[in-house]
């Protein structure tokens, strides 16, 4: 019986992979650094408060976290302000799912000022309790924290409770820790496709093909 819903956002509910595809390479250049093979794949599945530390570990830059984060963020932040669309089917979904009385919030690793303005552009605002970004737990999705505060926050439990996500890493961190996941698919993670299949309760290739009971 579904009571609560925990949406990621990228590549979840917004087709905003691409837009950070090529960031990390972006960054560095702009400090004169690169370019870094395999950088990409180094930083894919870090919150931006990790992704601000290794670069300070493995590259010669000594700027404060805060800073870095600032100026990743401003790469991406157009994107998410004025031209990132919500995935097909994403509104009439939410909207069904308000109408069982189901509970949702969002749970991202984007920060909130680039978040909340493009859910709202959307249209998808409206629908979340809540939205709670990784930089505010203070940790990524390769621990359960973001997913228990959301869980505690929207009063429900694991057992009533879905998290929607697309990424492997966030997949194998909320099942893990005995959440019910369903899988949105998303082309940034066909390479693992297998995997979620075998680990998510659905997997769905678009969010409206979802069963839920109520």
């Known amino acids: 019986m579904l009571r609560g819903a925990i949406f990621d956002m990228d590549g979840t509910l917004l087709d905003s992979m691409p ?4 960031v990390a390479d972006r960054y560095l250049a702009q400090k004169g650094i690169g370019p870094v093979p ?3 794949e180094q930083v894919r599945f870090l919150s931006m408060e ?6 300070r570990e493995r590259f010669p830059i000594s700027d404060p976290p805060g800073q870095i984060m600032d100026e990743i963020n401003r790469l991406v932040e157009n994107a998410y302000l004025y031209e990132i669309p919500a995935k097909p089917g994403t509104k009439d979904f939410l909207a069904r799912l308000q109408s069982m009385g189901v509970r949702m919030c969002v749970a991202t690793a984007t920060d909130r000022y680039m978040a909340e303005p493009a859910l709202r552009r959307n249209g998808l605002l409206p629908y979340f309790d809540f939205v709670l970004t990784c930089t505010e737990t203070g940790t990524g999705k390769d621990t359960p924290e973001i997913f228990r505060q959301a869980l505690g926050r929207l009063g429900t439990t694991r057992q009533d409770t879905l998290v929607f996500e697309d990424a492997i890493h966030a997949i194998r961190t909320a099942a893990g820790d005995g959440f019910r996941v369903v899988a949105v698919r998303d082309e940034s993670m066909r390479e693992y496709e297998t995997e979620i299949r075998a680990i998510a309760e659905q997997y769905l290739d678009i969010i409206t093909d979802c069963e839920v009971n109520i």
């Open 19 to 22: 837009s950070w595809e090529h």
């Open 38 to 40: 395999g950088i990409r």
């Open 50 to 55: 990790q992704t601000a530390h290794f670069v």
